[in-house]
Nanobody
Framework: QVQLVESGGGLVQAGGSLRLSCAAS????????MRWFRQALGKEREFVAG????????YYADSVKGRFTISRDNAKNTVYLQMNSLKFEDTAVYYC??????????????WGQGTQVTVSS
């Protein structure tokens, strides 16, 4: 069982930056691929970024490539999402997810509860 708790969301102006964190419980965090998804109001949940269990491979949605960076610290059981050059359309609830692949498709074993990111234009 893995429990995921996101933090770091908030209100930021367009062009600004935020760093999201996802802290995981359990001793098996380092064996899981991790992903970030987001869901805007009235829209379906969408993939944002993924990172392999070792951190050696990453994958990004085209909409965030070059602006967002996913990373992890297995010693701290934490995955991060550094978000730069934020746009209004990045406004959403951001969820971290454990298990499955690092690409948009495939199952997720565990979800966090989400953290709200609001970008003002």
């Amino acid at each position: 069982q893995v429990q995921l708790v996101e933090s770091g969301g908030g209100l930021v102006q367009a062009g600004g930056s935020l760093r999201l964190s996802c802290a995981a419980s359990g001793h098996t965090f380092s064996s899981y691929n991790m992903r970030w998804f987001r869901q805007a109001l009235g829209k379906e949940r969408e993939f944002v970024a993924g990172i392999s269990w070792s951190g050696s491979s990453t994958y990004y949605a085209d909409s965030v490539k070059g602006r967002f960076t996913i990373s992890r610290d297995n010693a701290k059981n934490t995955v991060y999402l550094q978000m730069n050059s934020l746009k209004f359309e990045d406004t959403a609830v951001y969820y971290c997810a454990a298990g499955g692949s690092i690409v948009p498709i495939g199952t997720v074993d565990y979800w966090g509860q989400g953290t709200q990111v609001t970008v003002s234009s």
